[in-house]
């Protein structure tokens, strides 16, 4: 996980594989934006815009992608002149907050819903089976199609 995400407005940013194969490897939704978008993002497996994920605290800025660069420029040059001793106490202060909030644990965990997800539901080899027998466009339509057809990506 990064400290500090920027990324492009018209990015598309999600986690689909969720919709047929398994829960996430990586447990981090709950801690990056509200239950209410966690859940809806991780029993959706939907995608969100680069300026979706930035308001809902996913990311921490977005920017037009023809600015991006400049703009992530921008934000790091005054940063970098913060010693580097002060930004490390700043970022262990935070990064200990959430480990009082159980932000470990909850990490440490997310590998058994994964391996459980992925290998003891009735339908795991749903995805599988599809690929086998249609390839990777049709597994991936298998997964999507109910997605697609109310215009979701």
Do not use: C
């Not at 990064?2 to 407005?9: G, N, T």
């Amino acid at each position: 996980m990064v400290d500090i995400a920027f990324v492009a407005d018209d990015a598309r940013i999600g986690y689909p594989a969720m919709r047929g194969m398994t829960a996430p490897d990586t447990l981090y939704f709950p801690w990056k934006m509200s239950m209410a978008r966690a859940k809806y993002l991780q029993l959706t497996g939907n995608s969100a815009t680069g300026k979706e994920t930035a308001e809902i605290g996913w990311v921490a800025k977005s920017f037009p992608a023809t600015e991006l660069g400049g703009q992530v420029m921008r934000e790091l040059r005054p940063m970098s002149q913060i010693a580097p001793d002060l930004l490390a106490a700043n970022k262990q202060a935070v990064n200990q907050a959430y480990e009082i909030m159980g932000f470990r644990t909850a990490l440490a965990q997310g590998w058994l819903w994964h391996v459980l997800s992925s290998r003891v539901r009735p339908d795991a080899d749903g995805l599988r089976n599809a690929m086998q027998n249609g390839g990777l466009k049709a597994a991936l339509q298998w997964r999507d199609a109910a997605f697609k057809k109310e215009g979701f990506e």
